[in-house]
């Protein structure tokens, strides 16, 4: 197998030893292993010597596996590298909540036996897809998002207006310190910590969820994922913030934002005895009480 290895730019303790594992794994099972070209520069001496390892920067169709090594942050910016190439990507969790990298690091050669038997299923995940007008070169190239896409405030304390058209239909003007467009893959993040919805991966839905809303009466709504939403912002400054995911643009408020749903999927691996509903327990501690 043709196995890609991503990890962010920076090493610690618990993400050392889950490489260390996760290579002597794939060396042993005689996959062709390529670390991305900057993960591979925060590794031990060993690891970057060794000569059967190889580098990449991009990534084509010819790759079986993306393997992650971090927490959901780790897998966001991976999907960059993935575009609409239909490569698998294998989350292994050394961070903190881990809805997608849900590997730990002492099941890596368990869970990646099973894999490499073929023992798993893939959950599809839906993108959004933003374009602007006037165009921003900035997200030309990379204008999609697993998680969500969220308009904020920039260099004010004051709110902003986000004036919302649904399929060119006017829906209302948050007055709000921002407002989330959220797939079912981030209602589980930023959108979930602004009161949004828990949405399961396999609805054909979005989540519009306010940041901080004035009106006391805005709440998060739930909207169709074939829906066209454009976004006007008005506000104190002459710039808002527009994040796709954990990439963050500025943009003039003469800017209009439409999103849409991306003409192509992100393929998850997970392992057969794993669920969604049973990553929201565990994650999110449902049914934990004292009592019980």
Same mark, same amino acid.
């Given at each position: ?23 002597? /794994? ?7 292993? /390529? ?195 454009? /976004? ?61």
């Amino acid at each position: 197998m043709k196995i890609a290895v991503y990890g962010q730019n920076y090493i610690k303790g618990t993400t050392q030893k889950a490489v260390e594992k996760l290579l002597n /794994f794939l060396l042993e099972k005689e996959a062709n292993v /390529f670390f991305e070209q900057e993960f591979i520069k925060t590794q031990n001496t060993a690891i970057q010597n060794n000569s059967a390892v190889r580098v990449f920067d991009k990534l084509n169709d010819t790759f079986d596996l993306l393997i992650s090594v971090g927490g959901d942050g780790t897998i966001l910016r991976a999907i960059t590298y993935v575009r609409d190439l239909g490569i698998p990507i294998v989350g292994i969790n050394t961070g903190r909540l881990g809805f997608l990298a849900t590997i730990q690091t002492d099941e890596i050669e368990s869970a990646l036996s099973e894999i490499f038997k073929g023992d798993y299923k893939i959950s599809k995940r839906s993108l959004l897809s933003v374009s602007t007008e006037p165009k921003n070169k900035d997200i030309i190239e990379t204008h999609f998002a697993l998680n969500e896409i969220a308009l904020s405030r920039k260099n004010t304390t004051s709110m902003i207006t986000v004036e919302t058209h649904l399929n060119d239909e006017y829906l209302t003007s948050y007055w709000a310190d921002g407002l989330i467009l959220s797939t079912p893959t981030g209602s589980t993040g930023y959108s979930l910590s602004c009161g949004g919805p828990v949405i399961t991966p396999d609805a054909n839905n979005f989540a519009l969820t306010p940041i901080a809303p004035h009106n006391l009466s805005a709440r998060p709504l739930i909207i169709p994922d074939n829906t066209i939403v454009t /976004f006007r912002v008005n506000g104190r400054e002459d710039q808002f913030l527009m994040s796709l995911d954990s990439r963050i643009v500025t943009l003039p408020n003469t800017t209009t934002v439409t999103v849409k749903k991306a003409d192509f999927a992100i393929k998850m691996v997970e392992l057969l005895d794993e669920t969604f509903l049973d990553t929201l327990r565990k994650k999110l501690l449902w049914g934990e009480d004292r009592r019980n």
